[in-house]
């Protein structure tokens, strides 16, 4: 199972997964050591593929950081908290974690899109 490190030390997942936002992208970076990796890669494509199913599940995609790095981003995309929460909080998925290999750390964090003026768009 990950151990699970808050990305803000002020506002943790769980307070995040009572708000009613929505779109939201859920940004998650994992660190393992590199003996480990491809346990990590299989136990995020099954929780991937059961993500998939889930209701307000919209997309996602994984990153690896380059020149034989261990650390890796989830960027996954969500209709709204509620439906993210309500994958998070499943009993599959929870069962799930104990697939990720002893060595890695999660950080989950929930995210909207932010406009810049003359940059990007929300």
Same mark, same amino acid.
């Given at each position: /199972?990950?151990?699970?490190?808050? /990305?803000?030390?002020?506002?943790?997942?769980?307070?995040? /997964?009572? *708000?009613?936002?929505?779109?939201? %992208?859920?940004?998650?970076?994992?660190?393992?050591?590199?003996?480990?990796?491809?346990?990590?890669?299989?136990?995020? *494509?099954?929780?991937?593929? +059961? /993500?998939?199913?889930?209701?307000?599940?919209?997309?996602?995609?994984?990153?690896?950081?380059?020149?034989?790095?261990?650390?890796?981003?989830?960027?996954?995309?969500?209709?709204? #908290?509620?439906?993210?929460?309500?994958? +998070?909080?499943?009993?599959?998925?929870?069962?799930?974690?104990?697939?990720?290999?002893?060595?890695? #750390? *999660?950080?989950?964090?929930?995210?909207?899109?932010?406009? #810049?003026?003359? %940059?990007?768009?929300?």
């Amino acid at each position: /199972m990950p151990n699970f490190i808050e /990305m803000d030390d002020k506002v943790t997942l769980s307070d995040q /997964m009572e *708000a009613n936002d929505g779109p939201v %992208i859920l940004i998650n970076k994992f660190n393992v050591i590199h003996e480990e990796a491809d346990q990590l890669l299989e136990a995020w *494509a099954k929780d991937a593929a +059961f /993500m998939k199913r889930q209701p307000g599940f919209i997309s996602t995609q994984l990153h690896r950081g380059i020149g034989d790095s261990c650390v890796f981003i989830n960027y996954a995309v969500w209709e709204s #908290v509620r439906h993210f929460r309500e994958a +998070f909080r499943h009993p599959v998925f929870q069962a799930h974690l104990n697939d990720y290999p002893p060595s890695t #750390v *999660a950080s989950p964090h929930l995210f909207t899109k932010v406009a #810049v003026p003359g %940059i990007c768009v929300a």
